[in-house]
């Protein structure tokens, strides 16, 4: 049985990160848009990643950001995973073959299948091996707002086999301590990355709903439901 993975999104200071590490995560996303409310300055993910223990993987997030951006940022911190959760194109992936990229697919039932088969194409003819994984985000989200995706949606798609030879799946949209057990038992994604959930004011992680929503997804493995 392979464990429902955890990253920790949207962390924008030290004792965040601290504690998304104590707590077991696997991932800690930092937020490089400025328009974000959760945006981070170069100086400020310096700190957060000296504080950082081994194996705790830190991936940077860009929104629509040119290449050359994404690249300048990424290799003057040493970040070799890369979130892309904007209108970012298969070429735009490709041009980003020194990082392991996660890229950010809307949920929209209009269009869904014919998106996952855009990407599957791509991959294809583009070659992208780098592109490690897919986070499905809600149709009409930016990420970190709260709302909730259409797990339905994802479920159908999933038992349709629409899944089947695409990059790994990492649900996200709305989720918190109290619904992600239920996400993983329905969808058994490889992650789940969250951001709003797990805070306790705006812009600020709970260590303690960071450790609840943690032990949930583990719960889950622990009973057998991911496989």
């Known amino acids: ?38 945006n981070v ?30 690249r300048q940022t990424a290799h003057s911190l040493g970040i070799r995973h890369v979130q892309l959760h904007g209108r970012e194109t298969p070429e ?21 299948r014919e998106e996952l088969e855009r990407w599957r194409q791509a991959i294809s003819r583009l070659r992208l091996t780098h592109l490690a994984a ?9 990420g970190g707002s709260g709302a909730v995706n259409d797990w339905a949606t994802v479920r159908q798609h999933r038992q349709r086999g629409d899944f089947v030879g695409l990059p790994h799946l990492i649900a996200a949209g709305g989720l918190t301590p109290e619904s992600v057990g239920q996400v993983v038992r329905d969808l058994r994604p490889w992650a789940v990355d969250v951001s709003s959930g797990v805070e306790g004011e705006p812009g600020r992680k709970s260590a303690e709903k960071i450790d609840a929503f943690i032990r949930a997804v583990a719960a889950e493995f622990e009973t057998g439901a991911v496989s």
């Open 92 to 112: 735009q992936v490709a041009e980003l073959q020194e990082f392991t990229v996660l890229k950010a697919i809307r949920v929209d039932p209009t269009g869904f």
């Open 1 to 38: 049985m392979n464990r429902t993975r955890v990253k920790i999104c949207g962390v924008s200071h030290v004792e965040n990160a601290a504690a998304a590490a104590r707590a077991g995560a696997d991932a800690i996303g930092m937020v490089f848009h400025p328009p974000a409310p959760r």
């Open 134 to 142: 897919f986070v499905l985000e809600t149709a009409r989200s930016g």
């Open 41 to 70: 300055a170069p100086a400020r993910a310096a700190e957060i990643l000296a504080a950082l223990p081994p194996f705790v993987t830190p991936v940077a997030l860009f929104v629509d950001a040119d290449v050359a951006r994404i």
